[in-house]
C-alpha cells in the first residue's frame, strides 16, 4: 500500500496552491478575532472556559462548508479530467488513491480547525486572558472530528460519481440535509411506517434517527465535554439522544463506513 505517498501528495499540492494557506487563515481570523474581541468585556474566569465553546460554535456551520469543498473534487476531479487513469497506470492502485485522497485532505481540513483555536489563545492572551487549555484541547478535538467527517462525506460523494459537476450537487445537497432538513425526516418515516398517515405520536425510534445525523452527535459530545452545565447546550440544530457512547459510535461510523461503501463502489466502477 503507498497510500501515505498519495497523502503526503495531497497537502505538498495545497501548499504549493496556497490552499493550506488560505485554509489557516480562514479558521485563524475566526479563532483570533473572537480571542480577541470577545475579550474586551466580561469576567475573565468566565472567560477561559467560554471562548472555546464560543469559537467552536462557530465553527460548526464553516467546518463542515470547507470540508465538503476540499473533498469533493478528490476523486471527481481526477476522474473527468483523465489524470486518475494516468495515476493508476502507476505502481498506485485505488484503494492507494482513495485512501491518500481521504487522509490527506482530512489532514489540511484538521490542520485548519486546529490553527483556528491556537489564534484563539494568543488573540485572548494579547487581552491577557489565557484561556482553559483543557477546553481549548477538547474543543479542537472536536472540530477537528467534525471536519473529518465531512471530508469523509465529501470524498465518499467524489468517488460515488463521474463528473465533479455531480460531486458538487451532491455535497452541497448533503450540506442541506445535514443542517436544515435532518430534523424532519424522522416525522417523515414516522408518517411513511404509519401508512401515509400522520401519527397522534412519534414512535420512540424517531430520536435514534436525529441522532444518525453527525451534527447531532457532534453535538451531544461538545454538550458532555466542552459547554458542560454551566453553560447549557451548545446545540446548533437541536440534538437527538443523549447519550456520549451513541454519538461516538456514529461519528465512527460516518467515518469509516461510509467511505467503505463509496471505495467498494469506486473500485468496482468503470473510470
Keep these: 500500500m503507498r497510500w501515505h505517498r498519495l497523502a503526503r501528495e495531497e497537502v505538498r499540492d495545497a501548499t504549493r ?38 469559537v467552536l460554535s462557530a465553527m460548526t456551520l464553516l467546518v463542515p462548508i470547507v470540508a465538503l469543498g ?24 485505488r484503494r492507494d488513491y482513495f485512501l491518500g485522497t481521504y487522509v490527506g485532505r482530512a489532514a489540511l481540513v484538521a490542520t485548519g480547525v486546529v490553527s483556528g483555536f491556537v489564534a484563539l489563545a494568543l488573540g485572548a492572551a494579547v487581552r491577557g486572558v489565557f484561556v482553559s487549555p483543557t477546553k481549548t484541547l477538547l474543543a479542537a478535538v472536536l472540530g477537528a472530528t467534525l471536519g473529518v467527517v465531512f471530508v ?7 468517488a460515488s460519481v463521474r463528473s465533479t459537476a455531480a460531486a458538487g450537487t451532491l455535497a452541497f445537497g448533503a450540506f442541506l440535509l445535514f443542517f436544515f432538513f435532518w430534523s424532519s425526516l424522522p416525522g417523515l418515516l414516522a408518517y411513511v411506517a404509519n401508512g401515509f398517515a400522520q401519527p397522534e405520536t412519534l414512535p420512540g425510534w424517531t430520536p435514534y434517527v436525529r441522532s444518525l445525523n453527525p451534527v447531532s452527535s457532534f453535538q451531544v459530545l461538545v454538550d458532555a465535554f466542552v459547554a458542560g452545565p454551566d453553560f447549557g447546550g451548545g446545540g446548533f440544530i437541536g440534538t437527538g439522544v443523549e447519550s456520549v457512547g451513541l454519538a461516538v459510535a456514529v461519528l465512527l461510523g460516518w467515518l469509516t463506513l461510509v467511505p467503505l461503501a463509496a471505495y467498494r463502489r469506486f473500485s468496482a466502477g468503470d473510470l
Design 17 to 54: 496552491t496556497r490552499t493550506l494557506l488560505v485554509t489557516v487563515a480562514i479558521f485563524a481570523l475566526v479563532g483570533g478575532a473572537q480571542g480577541y474581541l470577545s475579550t474586551t468585556t466580561g469576567d475573565p474566569e468566565t472567560l477561559r472556559a467560554a471562548l472555546p465553546l464560543v
Design 152 to 158: 469523509a462525506v465529501g470524498v465518499s460523494i467524489s
Design 70 to 93: 476540499l473533498s469533493y473534487e478528490g476523486i471527481a476531479g481526477p476522474r473527468t479530467s483523465g489524470s486518475l487513469q494516468f495515476l493508476l497506470g502507476l505502481p498506485y492502485s
